[in-house]
């Protein structure tokens, strides 16, 4: 299984939607916060995929929930968008938030730098930034064989 891992798009739709095109074997995209009106918009477009999200600094006035979990072939996702956890400052707030909730794999963005990792047990991915020059996203595949994360710059 493939998930879409997108943050950050501030309002550029068309990035989100070019993001989306290029992976059309992800059946969930999930954004990161700072996007939900455009993400709003363009989970309309795709019904055949579901759209998972949480809010972030820049989601002004939203209701949408600020931190989310999701199960998917056995593996526990939290994701975020990590202002409420200083992620500028450093990882450990959000990893030891992670690790609480017992989840494999942990997805925030907010600081629109690209990162990977893999940390005793959990799988770490900031997608970046859909917003501006060298736009980047993430992939998340879940398969039998393990886990693996990648980030890509939108061509």
Not at 18 to 39: F, M, N, W, Y
Not at 100 to 126: P, W
Request: hydrophobic content about 35%.
């Amino acid at each position: 299984m493939r998930i879409l891992v997108v943050s950050d798009t501030h309002g550029n739709e068309m990035n989100l939607r070019r993001a989306i095109l290029s992976q059309p074997k992800a059946e969930i995209v999930i954004h990161l916060g700072d996007g939900e009106t455009e993400a709003d918009r363009t989970k309309l477009q795709f019904p055949e995929k579901m759209f998972l999200q949480v809010r972030g600094n820049c989601d002004w006035g939203s209701s949408t929930p600020v931190t989310g979990e999701y199960t998917a072939l056995g593996v526990k996702i939290f994701f975020t968008h990590g202002h409420l956890y200083g992620v500028k400052s450093g990882e450990y707030n959000i990893v030891c938030a992670a690790r609480e909730r017992k989840a494999q794999v942990l997805l925030y963005g907010h600081t629109h730098n690209a990162f990977t990792d893999y940390e005793d047990g959990l799988y770490l991915m900031n997608p970046g930034s859909l917003s501006g020059w060298q736009a980047t996203y993430g992939t998340l595949d879940l398969t039998e064989q393990g886990i693996v994360t990648n980030v890509v710059t939108l061509p």
